[in-house]
């Protein structure tokens, strides 16, 4: 079946580290999205990638959509990075839901 | 632009009891969504309607329903609630064209606790 894997499940880093979460999925995608879901339950656009790469400040993404994975790179971690990563793609046939991985939570100590 | 934006915030009802969650979407996109967030299950998609009709349906029971008004704000209602029912609703927005080429856009989230 369609599935969407997402690794590490947690992560624990020193403030100032550098990390990489990876999203693998089971079907070639139309749209793949990376969320940071805060504590308060709201989810924060983070990319849209589909394919290739992308940053934004201190994240960036890498989508290999033949090889059917996706990177997030968080570098020089901060407090505020901590919550919830989530992974969502798109599949092509029939129904674009937004299929969301089962996330990587991300703890920053100080 | 204004961000998407659900009501009411928090909810708190008994077994048995109906429930109605609204969801203003970003000015001119025209595609709701709608998913639920629980421990147990992670995220996953109720509905979506575009132009007031839905287009696409998840495997949850008829308990849940949902519309769209000419201004494209939506409402999901969940009756017969159980205690599963308990959850965070989202809702995303995005302009509606398929396929998409954009990211969806998603409000804060409605945490029903139901009892």
């Not at chain 1, 139309?30 to 989810?43: A, D, E, K, S, Y």
């Not at chain 2, 009891?17 to 969801?23: A, F, G, N, P, R």
């Not at chain 2, 025209?30 to 109720?46: D, K």
């Not at chain 2, 704000?73 to 599963?84: A, F, I, P, Q």
Request: hydrophobic content about 30%.
């Amino acid at each position: 079946g369609i599935q969407v894997e997402q690794s590490p499940p947690d992560l624990i880093l020193q403030e100032g580290a550098n990390s990489t979460l990876r999203c693998n999925f089971s079907d070639s995608v139309n749209n793949l999205q990376w969320f940071h879901q805060n504590p308060w339950g709201q989810l924060i656009n983070l990319f849209y990638i589909p394919s290739g790469t992308k940053q934004n400040g201190r994240l960036s993404a890498t989508t290999v959509a033949t090889e059917r994975y996706s990177l997030l790179y968080i570098s020089s971690s901060q407090t505020t990075d901590s919550g919830v990563y989530f992974c969502a793609v798109e599949f092509p046939f029939g129904n674009e839901k937004l299929t969301f991985g089962t996330g990587t939570r991300l703890t920053i100590i100080p | 632009k204004a961000g998407v934006t659900q009501t009411p915030r928090y909810l708190i009802k008994t077994r048995g009891q109906q429930v109605t969650l609204s969801c203003s979407p970003i000015s001119g996109h025209r595609s709701v969504s709608w998913y639920q967030q629980t421990p147990g299950q992670g995220l996953q998609f109720l509905f979506e309607y575009f132009s007031e009709t839905q287009r696409n349906k998840g495997n949850f029971p008829g308990r849940f329903s949902g519309r769209q008004f000419s201004n494209s704000r939506s409402e999901m209602n969940v009756s017969t609630l159980e205690l599963g029912d308990s959850a965070l609703y989202l809702c995303a927005s995005s302009p509606g064209g398929l396929p998409r080429t954009d990211t969806q856009y998603f409000g804060p989230g409605t945490r029903l606790t139901v009892l």
